[in-house]
């Protein structure tokens, strides 16, 4: 069924609206880590496992619009365990949440207060521990944990467009 005589020129006037307009986009990894000590290990060799995990979801802290580029900040919350030598139950470690950031170049964007940064589909791709030796004085072993996110980056300003569009073709009160 197709509207009779509803599409006039008449029907159509110029206006403006607000939009967002994509400046730039990009798909990034972002990388962090954090060295934990860990005091009570006598050896390396004496660490049997190690095992880490997230313990909820990566989160964006802090978003800098720069000239030409922005800098975010977030992190990963996780946990770590460490299973010894002739010790039945693994230690539980407490660590902080993994810090990471990123960077992503955009020329022509400027810290004015226009500027909008989406990031979307934040996941985290990759977790992990590695056994380092310290040598501050009071603890002899530490454990490097590294994160790996991915996450889309959307930079976009405010901005006016003109459209020709159509005025209520059913003017009912």
Do not use: R, W, Y
Not at 44 to 61: F, N, Q, Y
């Amino acid at each position: 069924m197709a509207f009779v005589n509803q599409v006039l020129p008449d029907n159509f006037v110029n206006q403006k609206i607000k939009v967002l307009k994509v400046l730039c986009s990009e798909c990034v990894q972002e990388t962090g880590s954090v060295t934990v000590p860990v005091p009570g290990i006598p050896a390396l060799e004496d660490i049997v496992s190690i095992d880490i995990v997230a313990t909820g979801p990566p989160t964006i802290g802090t978003i800098e619009v720069l000239d030409g580029k922005i800098i975010n900040v977030g992190t990963v919350p996780a946990a770590l365990t460490i299973t010894l030598l002739g010790v039945e139950l693994p230690i539980e470690v407490p660590i902080p949440a993994i810090p990471f950031s990123g960077e992503v170049v955009c020329p022509g964007i400027v810290p004015d207060g226009t500027i909008n940064v989406q990031k979307h589909d934040l996941q985290l791709e990759g977790l992990t521990a590695t056994a380092i030796p310290l040598v501050d004085g009071v603890v002899d072993f530490g454990v490097l944990v590294t994160a790996t996110i991915q996450t889309c980056v959307i930079i976009s300003k405010e901005t006016i467009m003109k459209v020709n569009a159509a005025t209520q073709f059913c003017p009912c009160p």
